[in-house]
């Protein structure tokens, strides 16, 4: 009874582990090798500068809510030469005109200022919170490309990997025939010594085995492109990218995606229309008046000042010399009002610009939508086709397996000749390359599904 239960508990801990494996899409090393690339990666990094950029703008749009304080110091020599015309003061005691007629004058002087003010904005007709938030979605959209261009990277390097797992297999399957080969040429020389065989057998037999050798060559720079393409999207080193070993196996989803609302470039064409409705908010709030709070506090000192009034009657040229002028301090507290009654039809047209900018965003929204939806069902269709050529494949492998035994051992008892073992083998050969190019297909399929619909993203994180 005891060992019943211990078989059934061997038989759910295989079953269970067979369902982590299967949940597994991506090898966990090929996922630590992907989320280290998008550190790396600098496409990626000037996407993410654009988000920051963007999230700078908005933080300097909101700066405008806020007191702008400024302080000013200048010093200085004024030189000038006028003339003044003060209507005439008649002082009947001495029957006298004062500032009769125009008079000349002669100013010099030096002058310090200094002064603080403040100006802040009480109303802006809400063109500084909608341009606020138009910029914080407008980040939200360059956000979303971002995690677009991540989704593009996870395929991509993804399916290199496997590419390079296709070829291991290949080098297995090589390996395994050139040791069947060797093995039956062992036995042709024994026979050719007895002169139980013809070397013409030995001849087909080595020409096959080259033409291995051949595709180990070809085989070897295959491999050499993808690592270096690895290279390029990871910037791993060729050591750490030919360590990274595991089974190629299809990819079979627990749930496959209804619909494509999870795409990043979705996301990012719906925050841009936010951003548009806001744009066109803030444009639309420049018709309205500016209004501000303002003050300031500043000392200025008129020193060494030197007026002469010229040529006055009975007393000739007047000095009016100072030794200083101060005012301290000069205070001023106020409201103003700024309104751009008219401004040659700007204003105008960019509300219409935005307006078409908005049309067009709509415009690119719905056809992407459209052409993902579109996309969508042919990858769920050549997601399922690529599931029965599996099963279809995998039962031309047990019956390539099961002819070449069989000829094996025809050949082994003289009813066949040497040709017609290697035609078994080589066709052993082409079903089993065959069925692996189907897994690898199929797992190229799944990956796009996945990407289509938006949802590759999170198998990284998982």
Same mark, same amino acid.
């Given at each position: 009874?005891?060992?019943?239960?211990?078989?059934?508990?061997?038989? !759910?801990?295989?079953? !269970?582990?067979?369902?982590?494996?299967?949940?597994?899409?991506?090898?966990?090393?090929?996922?630590?090798?992907?989320?280290?690339?998008?550190?790396?990666?600098?496409?990626?990094?000037?996407?993410?500068?654009?988000?920051?950029?963007?999230?700078?703008?908005?933080?300097?749009?909101?700066?405008?809510?806020?007191?702008?304080?400024?302080?000013? *110091?200048?010093?200085? !020599?004024?030189?000038?030469?006028?003339?003044?015309?003060?209507?005439?003061?008649?002082?009947?005691?001495?029957?006298? *005109?004062?500032?009769?007629?125009?008079?000349? !004058?002669?100013?010099?002087?030096?002058? %310090?200022?200094?002064?603080?003010?403040?100006?802040?904005?009480?109303?802006?007709?809400?063109?500084?919170?909608?341009?606020?938030?138009?910029?914080?979605?407008?980040?939200?959209?360059?956000?979303?490309? %971002?995690? %677009?261009?991540?989704?593009?990277?996870?395929?991509?390097?993804?399916?290199?990997?496997?590419?390079?797992?296709?070829?291991?297999?290949?080098?297995?399957?090589?390996?395994?025939?050139?040791?069947?080969?060797?093995?039956?040429?062992?036995?042709?020389?024994?026979?050719?010594?007895?002169?139980?065989?013809?070397?013409?057998?030995?001849?087909?037999?080595?020409?096959?085995?080259?033409?291995?050798?051949?595709?180990?060559?070809?085989?070897?720079?295959?491999?050499?492109?993808?690592?270096?393409?690895?290279?390029?999207?990871?910037? &791993?080193? %060729?050591?750490?990218?030919?360590?990274?070993?595991?089974?190629?196996?299809?990819?079979?989803?627990?749930?496959?995606?209804?619909?494509?609302?999870?795409?990043?470039?979705?996301?990012?064409?719906?925050?841009?229309?936010?951003?548009?409705?806001?744009?066109?908010?803030?444009?639309?709030?420049?018709?309205?008046?500016?209004?501000?709070?303002?003050?300031?506090?500043?000392?200025?000192?008129?020193?060494?000042?030197?007026?002469?009034?010229?040529?006055?009657?009975?007393?000739?040229?007047?000095?009016?010399?100072?030794?200083?002028?101060?005012?301290?301090?000069?205070?001023?507290?106020?409201?103003?009002?700024?309104?751009?009654?008219?401004?040659?039809?700007?204003?105008?047209?960019?509300?219409?610009?935005?307006?078409?900018?908005?049309?067009?965003?709509?415009?690119?929204? &719905?056809?992407?939508?459209?052409?993902?939806?579109?996309? &969508?069902?042919?990858?769920?269709?050549?997601?399922?086709?690529?599931?029965?050529?599996?099963?279809?494949?995998?039962?031309?492998?047990?019956?390539?397996?099961?002819?070449?035994?069989?000829?094996?051992?025809?050949?082994?008892?003289?009813?066949?000749?040497?040709?017609?073992? &290697?035609?078994?083998?080589?066709?052993?050969?082409?079903?089993?390359?065959?069925?692996?190019?189907?897994?690898?297909?199929?797992?190229?399929?799944?990956?796009?599904?996945?990407?289509?619909?938006?949802?590759?993203?999170?198998?990284?994180?998982?």
């Amino acid at each position: 009874m005891g060992n019943k239960w211990g078989w059934i508990f061997v038989m !759910f801990g295989i079953v !269970f582990q067979q369902t982590g494996q299967a949940q597994s899409i991506i090898d966990p090393k090929v996922k630590e090798i992907i989320q280290q690339s998008f550190q790396t990666n600098k496409d990626l990094r000037l996407k993410n500068y654009e988000v920051d950029k963007a999230n700078l703008e908005a933080e300097g749009v909101k700066a405008n809510k806020l007191p702008h304080v400024s302080a000013t *110091g200048l010093y200085g !020599f004024m030189y000038n030469n006028g003339s003044l015309d003060i209507p005439t003061l008649n002082l009947p005691v001495l029957n006298l *005109g004062l500032f009769e007629g125009s008079t000349d !004058f002669n100013l010099r002087l030096q002058a %310090a200022y200094a002064g603080v003010s403040v100006r802040q904005v009480i109303f802006s007709g809400l063109q500084i919170p909608n341009g606020e938030r138009a910029l914080q979605e407008k980040a939200r959209a360059q956000g979303y490309l %971002a995690e %677009a261009g991540k989704e593009g990277m996870v395929k991509e390097i993804a399916a290199t990997f496997d590419q390079l797992m296709l070829l291991n297999e290949v080098d297995k399957l090589i390996v395994d025939s050139e040791r069947r080969l060797k093995k039956e040429q062992e036995k042709v020389n024994k026979a050719i010594e007895n002169g139980l065989a013809i070397p013409y057998d030995r001849d087909k037999l080595k020409l096959a085995i080259l033409e291995l050798e051949e595709k180990k060559v070809e085989l070897a720079g295959n491999r050499a492109l993808l690592v270096k393409k690895i290279q390029q999207d990871t910037d &791993l080193s %060729a050591t750490a990218v030919e360590e990274v070993l595991y089974n190629l196996s299809p990819i079979y989803l627990s749930d496959v995606p209804t619909g494509v609302e999870d795409r990043s470039e979705l996301k990012a064409l719906d925050a841009s229309s936010k951003a548009y409705e806001y744009l066109y908010k803030k444009e639309k709030g420049a018709s309205l008046p500016t209004v501000f709070a303002f003050g300031s506090a500043s000392y200025l000192n008129l020193h060494n000042t030197n007026l002469t009034i010229k040529d006055r009657p009975v007393v000739g040229d007047i000095d009016l010399s100072t030794n200083y002028l101060k005012g301290r301090p000069n205070l001023m507290v106020g409201v103003g009002v700024r309104w751009d009654i008219f401004n040659g039809g700007e204003h105008r047209n960019k509300v219409k610009q935005v307006q078409l900018d908005q049309a067009i965003n709509e415009t690119k929204l &719905l056809d992407v939508t459209e052409k993902l939806n579109l996309l &969508l069902d042919k990858n769920k269709v050549s997601y399922t086709t690529a599931n029965q050529k599996l099963k279809v494949g995998d039962q031309q492998v047990k019956v390539a397996e099961n002819n070449l035994q069989m000829a094996s051992k025809q050949y082994e008892a003289g009813l066949i000749d040497v040709t017609e073992l &290697l035609a078994t083998e080589n066709e052993w050969y082409k079903v089993n390359l065959n069925f692996y190019s189907h897994v690898l297909q199929q797992r190229a399929v799944a990956l796009e599904l996945l990407h289509t619909s938006g949802k590759l993203l999170q198998t990284i994180y998982e």
